[in-house]
């Protein structure tokens, strides 16, 4: 989904402007209820024994990613950005990513090992 | 002075300045926020079986703050998107809705949910005394079905002098229905529905306890990520409330009547951040509420 373009500097053309953010609008309720089902079905899930608790936790993480990305996509929307956001967020990712390995790596000890 | 790029776009970014400033602090944010997550990750997996709980916080409350949160980010987002289509009166309301939003939240978390922990009691039980307190723990029965063992034991302490006069040697405690009733099956797993401690009353030897307080960020690994965690994103929530409060006020409609698509692209910025906090919620539910 695209972002409703830059405001016309030219009146006339305002009308056509506001019927496409009007378009955006009703994307926008969409996203917000499928993240309240999706919100529903974490719960639903919690409850639900996939095994083991690893198991749970990897379910649960996986429908908290795909609402993250709905948020990120779509209210923040990240679906349509300029490059240079991509590239700061790109940085970030990577950054946040090596912090999770250095948990890993002192949870596996390789060293120790 | 006047600031530049306020709506055009600066010609080597090609944003305008607050959408890239916006974002840069946000990436800090994910910084921030992932330092305490992965701090979280490390003493969960370092907890021995047993020490890390589940089922401790109330799922509906939760839940409904969850929900609460999701709407408040549709109506900011409904509330910048009536600003582009110049409709003053509307972007108001939503604005009073979102700001309402995050109240109701706070309000949620500060008067019911975090006092209820401080006024819960726990007390983590010495490795050889865990057999004297098996009708509270139930331990055979969770061995059976391959349970994590209970190491703890919760629930609304009667004597509450007894945790500063170290001349009271027990602790009376009003057990939580897993403590009550151990070796039903019905408390395997958590209820979905908050039940308050029972009328049982439970007696701990303070001897025969390694660690006892209230659920207080000191109690355990757990509470001290929950209380961190939570509370940063609340001081984040209550950032988003004054920002938002600030945008609605009778102010805001002089910049709107002078430049509206400034407001706009103010609405826009305080909009992506308040979707971040959103967003960080959207994995401190599960972390803490469910898992």
Not at chain 1, 58 to 80: D, E, P, Q, S
Not at chain 2, 20 to 42: D, N, Q, T
Not at chain 2, 135 to 150: D, I, M, S, V, W
Request: proline share 6%.
């Amino acid at each position: 989904m695209n972002n409703p373009p830059d405001i016309s500097q030219d009146p006339s053309e305002h009308e056509e402007y506001a019927h496409n953010v009007q378009k955006h609008v009703k994307g926008y309720l969409v996203v917000g209820g499928l993240l309240l089902a999706f919100t529903a079905i974490t719960v639903a899930l919690s409850y639900v024994d996939f095994g083991t608790r690893k198991a749970n936790i990897g379910v649960a993480m996986l429908v908290a990613t795909l609402k993250a990305g709905l948020v990120g996509a779509i209210f923040m929307h990240l679906a349509a950005e300029k490059r240079l956001i991509y590239r700061v967020l790109i940085f970030t990712g990577f950054f946040v990513l090596g912090l999770f390995w250095l948990i890993f790596l002192a949870w596996y000890n390789p060293i120790v090992r | 002075m006047e600031i530049p790029y306020t709506i055009s776009t600066r010609p080597d970014t090609g944003l305008w300045n607050a959408k890239i400033g916006i974002w840069l602090f946000l990436a800090s944010e994910v910084m921030l926020f992932g330092g305490l997550f992965s701090a979280y990750v490390f003493l969960r997996l370092d907890a021995p079986p047993g020490m890390w709980p589940h089922g401790l916080l109330n799922v509906p409350v939760g839940t409904m703050n969850t929900a609460i949160l999701i709407m408040s980010s549709v109506t900011v987002v409904l509330a910048w998107a009536a600003l582009k289509m110049r409709k003053y009166r509307a972007y108001w309301w939503y604005m009073l809705a979102t700001i309402l939003c995050g109240v109701i939240f706070l309000t949620v978390k500060l008067v019911y949910e975090w006092p209820q922990k401080f006024e819960h009691f726990g007390g983590y039980i010495k490795p050889e005394a865990l057999e004297k307190y098996e009708q509270y723990l139930g331990n055979k029965h969770t061995a059976e079905k391959n349970l994590p063992p209970r190491l703890e034991i919760t629930g609304h302490l009667h004597n509450r002098e007894a945790l500063s006069n170290p001349n009271i040697k027990e602790y009376e405690v009003g057990l939580d229905p897993v403590n009550a009733d151990p070796a039903n099956p019905a408390m395997d797993r958590p209820h979905f529905l908050y039940v308050p401690p029972t009328e049982k009353i439970g007696k701990i030897d303070k001897a025969d306890v390694e660690r006892a307080t209230m659920f207080l960020p000191t109690h355990s690994a757990y509470f001290a990520s929950y209380f961190t965690i939570t509370g940063l994103h609340g001081l984040h929530v209550l950032a988003g409330v004054l920002v938002f409060i600030y945008m609605w006020l009778p102010v805001s409609k002089k910049l709107y009547q002078r430049n509206p698509e400034h407001l706009a692209n103010r609405v826009e910025v305080a909009g992506l951040f308040w979707h971040f906090v959103d967003l960080v919620w959207i994995f401190v539910f599960p972390l803490f509420y469910l898992l």
